[in-house]
């Protein structure tokens, strides 16, 4: 039996409430600092330690990967949805502690708003935290996720076009592809979508050509200057996407077996200047870990990206083609990416009863959008 949505979530473009909160380590745990709407900051501790941290990412993971495990014919199963929405509420009052913080968050969360977190090491599934009933009253339009448009800001050195507009002026924007071609579900929907949009005049797709692996330093000097053409405004990544320790042995498998390290990235200094938009639909390319700062999405940022969008989660292959396929379509309307990611997430829970659109997260502003596109 699938759970219902309580009350039926109807997508709105104007979000009234704009909320920024950052965390900061102080004295071995966290503090956090809270402002809607330019109004007063307000301060308050976070009662847990960066260990505690790790445990809270590990048991959200755990648990939205159990719904990801027990999707069925007919939608999520309940018990699975509902444990989904314990564990988010765990975290939720773990980390907005009962007295002020909760009842200062609990009258921002009464209205649809933009939140945006910031912090040097405090990363956590913001998506997944979950403020409504629990068991079988458990409601999906809780989950921050399906409410709120959710971004991050990394705090880090300042950036040359840092300041840039977050509008992509084109009528077709140039898309880069980076596949990997031994994913079933990237070459049978995930590519096949793309192309039926550039057949459509609605994107122009420039895939990279095969790289080989017995000539790794000339492919990563070709890679490299691929990722750095002017002439991409998104680069698309469908691939495998492995962890590792060390993590900065972490690496996406990005074409006929070759890989790219976090290490790889680094090492190379690969610059991304001219200001794209990444979406790297590859399992876990967000936070792999709280006690790392590394991770691809902060990696691509730092390194010149417009913004990243990334997984928290191991996101199943079939999922993320369709994902990417209803995230096109918003975004080639014209729609922010925040808003796009929203009525993505919206559209397969409303259709299909499934919540994995929780798994992608938003490592820019929600106001990076595609002008002039073909409506």
């Known amino acids: 039996m699938v759970l219902e949505l309580t009350s039926r979530l109807a997508f709105i473009d104007s979000f009234p409430i704009q909320v920024q909160i950052r965390v900061f380590l102080h004295d071995n745990s966290y503090m956090a600092d809270i402002n809607a709407d330019w109004s007063n900051w307000h301060r308050f501790r976070i009662g847990i330690k960066p260990h505690d941290l790790e445990e809270l990412n590990s048991e959200l993971q755990q648990a939205i990967e159990e719904v990801s495990c027990s999707f069925e014919k007919d ?23 009962e007295s002020a913080p909760r009842e200062i968050v609990n009258k921002v969360l009464k209205m649809r708003a933009t939140i945006q977190f910031s912090s040097e090491d405090f990363f956590i599934p913001w998506e997944l935290l979950y403020d409504g009933p629990l068991g079988a009253q458990t409601d999906v339009s809780h989950f921050w996720g399906m409410r709120h448009v959710v971004s991050r800001a990394l705090i880090q050195d300042a950036r040359p076009g840092d300041l840039d507009s977050p509008i992509i002026q084109s009528a077709c924007p140039h898309v880069g592809l980076i596949a990997c071609n031994d994913l079933e579900y990237v070459i049978g929907e995930e590519i096949p979508a793309l192309q039926e949009l550039h057949r459509q005049n609605r994107i122009l797709l420039f895939p990279l050509r095969p790289l080989n692996a017995n000539k790794r330093d000339e492919e990563l000097e070709y ?26 042995k972490s690496y996406l498998l990005v074409s006929d077996e070759f890989s790219i390290s976090i290490e790889d990235f680094i090492v190379r200094e690969f610059e991304i200047k ?8 590859a399992c876990i390319t967000g936070t792999m870990s709280p006690l790392y700062t590394s991770n691809w999405a902060a990696l691509f940022w730092e390194h010149g990206a417009r913004g990243v969008l990334a997984t928290e989660f191991h996101v199943p292959d079939w999922f993320a083609a369709a994902f990417t396929k209803e995230l096109y379509d918003h975004l080639l309307l014209g729609k ?14 409303e259709k299909e009863h499934n919540p994995l659109g929780l798994a992608y ?5 929600p106001a990076i959008r595609i002008a002039n596109s073909i409506k």
């Open 274 to 281: 001219h200001k794209p938009l990444v979406i790297l639909n």
């Open 336 to 349: 922010p990416i925040g808003e796009a990611l929203l009525a993505t997430r919206h559209y397969f829970w």
């Open 361 to 365: 997260a938003l490592y820019s502003s």
């Open 223 to 248: 890679l490299g200057s691929f990722l750095n053409d002017e002439a991409l405004q998104i680069i698309h990544f469908a691939c495998h996407a492995l962890q590792t320790k060390p993590i900065s």
């Open 75 to 97: 939608g999520i199963r309940s018990d699975a949805l509902a444990k989904l929405a314990q564990t988010g509420s765990f975290a939720f009052k773990r980390i907005f502690s």
